[in-house]
């Protein structure tokens, strides 16, 4: 028999044995090769190990080689050779890494936090944009990010690891994160795997900005011609490019909701026009929660605008230059409802 998986069997040393030869085993000894990382039955139960086999199995440990015994005959093993768990390293539990038990204890502690002080973010948000003041918002996230479990993916991994870094002050980008956090959470997709999908998205989306002319950042977007708006509109592709060549390594959907990020529900977004369902639902996410950063900071029409204002025109779909609101119903709909902080039932959030 050969398998490769190592959950299955563990090491003993020659000496556990106390071979000699045709002495029998009432259980199943098998060689594993480093080289191929191959386990391979070596001598089947109640066989005896004959002097040439004794002697192969000697060469073999001294090139390398190690023995194996199945998990499932750990008890016979153990009981035929008089020895205890204790005694057979491989059999003893690896100790957590620290990394999963800091972990634990950070959702443990927000966990025992939120029973006592419930983050409500439309009050949040309502105080932020009051006093142009985001950092309660981006601490919660960061905070959120920092309990994902270590295991899921590389990219909810790097989430964790990026916001506990970077989201520490009130910056544009730590908005961007913020806010389409927050907004997905609101439209029910809270689970670690989206948000660190998600987070990564925001922190990587405008990357494809550094390999623009730097008047790209500055000018509003309504205030550039057709040209320049070509250009600008590659962003989302020059980012992914950049990703690519950086080596970094992301999720498929991470990939998905940096690229897609300016496409609309209704087809007038870009780089490719998708519609609707085609589109990465986390992508929307992020596209809404940038467009209304962008247009109340003054990034469209090159005027801020007060987020109550963004939201009101948004709600009422007042035709404004520049103004989107095509996220799909869903998305749009949790938007109205979270972002509008005059609405009464803010707790409700
Ligand atoms: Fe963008």
Avoid: W
Wanted: net charge negative; glycine share 6%.
């Amino acid at each position: 028999m050969i398998e490769q998986n190592p959950d299955l069997y563990f090491f003993i040393d020659f000496e556990h044995l106390k071979a000699k030869a045709n002495k029998t085993f009432p259980f199943h000894l098998y060689v594993f090769n480093p080289m191929s990382k191959v386990y391979a039955t070596y001598l089947h139960a109640n066989s005896p190990l004959t002097s040439q086999k004794l002697d192969f199995l000697q060469f073999i440990v001294s090139k390398g080689g190690e023995i194996a015994v199945s998990r499932t005959q750990e008890m016979t093993f153990l009981h035929a050779n008089q020895l205890k768990r204790e005694d057979i390293p491989d059999l003893n539990e690896i100790p957590e890494h620290e990394f999963i038990t800091r972990q634990k204890e950070r959702a443990a502690k927000r966990e025992k936090k939120a029973e006592t002080k419930k983050f409500h973010f439309k009050d949040e948000l309502g105080k932020a944009v009051e006093s142009d003041n985001y950092l309660p918002l981006i601490l919660e996230i960061r905070e959120e990010a920092m309990t994902f479990p270590f295991t899921i993916s590389h990219t909810v991994s790097l989430a964790s690891y990026l916001s506990e870094k970077l989201l520490t002050q009130d910056t544009y980008i730590n908005r961007m994160v913020a806010l389409s956090a927050h907004l997905a959470i609101g439209c029910g997709m809270k689970d670690p795997l989206a948000l660190g999908d998600l987070i990564c998205a925001a922190f990587l989306a405008h990357l494809g900005h550094t390999q623009m002319e730097i008047f790209y950042s500055q000018k509003a977007f309504l205030e550039l011609s057709t040209g320049q708006r070509r250009e600008y509109k590659k962003h989302p592709g020059l980012s992914q490019h950049l990703i690519r060549k950086s080596g970094l390594i992301i999720s498929e959907r991470c990939n998905k909701i940096l690229y897609q990020h300016h496409e609309r529900a209704d087809g007038s977004g870009y780089p490719e026009y998708k519609q609707g369902q085609f589109i990465e639902p986390l992508a929307l996410v992020l596209g809404a929660a940038a467009h209304v950063l962008e247009y109340s900071s003054g990034k469209i029409t090159g005027s801020p605008v007060a987020m109550s204002v963004v939201l009101k025109n948004m709600k009422e779909k007042t035709l404004s230059p520049g103004l989107e609101i095509e996220f799909g119903d869903t998305i749009y709909e949790s938007l109205i409802y979270l972002l509008d902080t005059n609405n009464d039932s803010a707790n409700a959030a």
